[in-house]
């Protein structure tokens, strides 16, 4: 099926497996878009964390887009990212110097996870987003972009919303062609947490 999205047309695979759960991929919609890199000390500032707490090795704090921009800072370990609060007016002063408002933080865990992650929106209206692909496809891509290797397709098992109380478990991957990202997907498993019906009157006049 196909989500008439505004960041465009956005193609889902859905597949039964094991158990019978439901399991549905997304491809996004645009590629891989880089923008504005921001210090680390500004991104720390950002979220409640010391300088020292952000990772730039591989990237500085960097606008990240595959349909949707997020700010995307490698943090030092799982018990940075726990600490970690989104400080509204930080943020608000970052946004405003071309920034996006939201900031997807994550660490290479070393455990049954590749990568744990946290989302904060709070200038969007979601203080904290137990399981965001738009971040986590872009993500995949820019862990991609920054890989060494010229071509491949890169997989990364994703935990997020552990520390809100609502964990869950993505899988991301990119492909990658003559060093450019040239496709990214995200998928999950699919869980109904709520339903609803509408009834209509049927003698309206």
Known sequence: MTFEEKAGLVPISIERREGNRLWC?????????????????????????APEDIVTRTHLPQ???????????????????????????KLAALVKEG????????????????????????????????????ANCALAGLLSHYNE?????????????????RPSVLEARAEKRERIVTATWVGGGSVLVGEGVIEAASDLK
């Open 99 to 134: 920034a996006p408002a939201d900031i997807h933080l994550y660490t290479h865990s070393g455990d049954e996870f590749d990568i744990r992650a946290r989302m904060f929106a709070p200038l969007d209206g979601a203080p904290e987003d137990p399981a965001t692909g738009s």
């Open 25 to 49: 991929e997304l491809s996004a919609p645009v590629r891989l878009l880089l923008g504005k890199t921001v210090s680390a000390e500004l991104l720390a500032s950002a979220v409640s964390l």
């Open 149 to 165: 290797a010229a071509e491949g397709v890169f997989h990364w098992r994703i935990a997020q919303g552990v520390e809100m109380g």
């Open 63 to 89: 606008a990240a887009s595959v349909g949707l921009p997020f700010l995307m800072a490698e943090v030092k370990d799982r018990a940075a990212l726990a600490r970690s609060r989104a400080n509204v007016e």
